[in-house]
């Protein structure tokens, strides 16, 4: 079946610093990919989106790109926030029918001032 | 756009009573409606598909009995977590896609209803 698979946290960087979270997946046919990020006690919002090869998904200074040679997408920003601070979920959507959404575990960012 | 607002944020309450929990999708219809759980510290799991007018679809492992799903219309729909004991305590988050089934869109998320059975 699908999976994903993130870095596992916690990751504490100082405010300014580049930011990679690795995120490889497992999947038949060709799904879409997401970044999610969860503030403290709130739900999920979509970070960005990738639903092809190549494509690149980018908001609010975070980008990623959608590797099917590596099947990966991991997520970078060149310079990190105090506000930055969440927990962030990679996920993919299978093609077809109710297309199903499967996360990784998340990884928890802590920004330093 | 592409709001999905849940109710209640948070629940306390006595073990053996039952909750309800809503999933309405603001601004646009859906067809299909997703149900996670969340416990602390790690990813979402998916507990059901719920689907406009017809009967939920539960993953492996999930009481359809303990966890009664109604999507009574296109735009809401409900989790009723039956007589609650304190392992029911969890984050409950639900989703909608917008343009349907078959569209390419992301799921929107609802901000969650934590539930603490006492």
């Known amino acids: 079946g699908d999976s994903v698979t993130q870095m596992e946290g916690p990751v504490t960087l100082s405010e300014e610093a580049f930011l990679t979270i690795n995120c490889t997946y497992t999947?038949?046919?060709?799904?879409?990919l997401f970044w999610y990020v969860q503030y403290p006690g709130e739900g999920l919002q979509l970070l960005l989106k990738a639903t092809k090869a190549d494509d690149k998904g980018s908001n609010k200074g975070f980008e990623a790109t959608y590797r099917k040679e590596t099947t990966s997408f991991h997520l970078e920003k060149g310079s990190v926030q105090v506000s930055d601070s969440a927990v962030y979920f990679c996920a993919l959507s299978d093609p077809g029918g109710y297309q199903k959404v499967t996360f990784g575990t998340g990884t928890k960012l802590q920004v330093i001032p | 756009g592409a709001v999905v607002s849940q109710h209640p944020s948070r629940v306390i309450c006595k073990s053996g009573t039952s909750v309800k929990i809503e999933c309405r999708s603001l601004?646009?219809?859906?067809?299909?409606m997703f149900w996670y759980r969340q416990f602390p510290k790690q990813s979402l799991m998916l507990m059901a598909t719920s689907n406009e007018g017809s009967k939920a679809t539960y993953e492996q492992g999930v009481e359809k009995d303990k966890f009664l799903i109604n999507h009574a219309s296109l735009t809401l729909s409900t989790l009723t977590v039956t007589s609650a004991h304190p392992e029911d305590s969890s984050f409950y988050i639900c989703?909608?896609?917008?343009?349907?089934?078959?569209?390419?869109?992301?799921?929107?998320f609802g901000d969650g209803t934590r539930l603490s059975i006492l």
């Open positions: 989703s909608a896609r917008v343009g349907g089934d078959y569209s390419n869109q992301p799921q929107h």
């Open positions: 601004d646009f219809q859906a067809t299909t």
């Open positions: 999947a038949t046919g060709y799904p879409s």
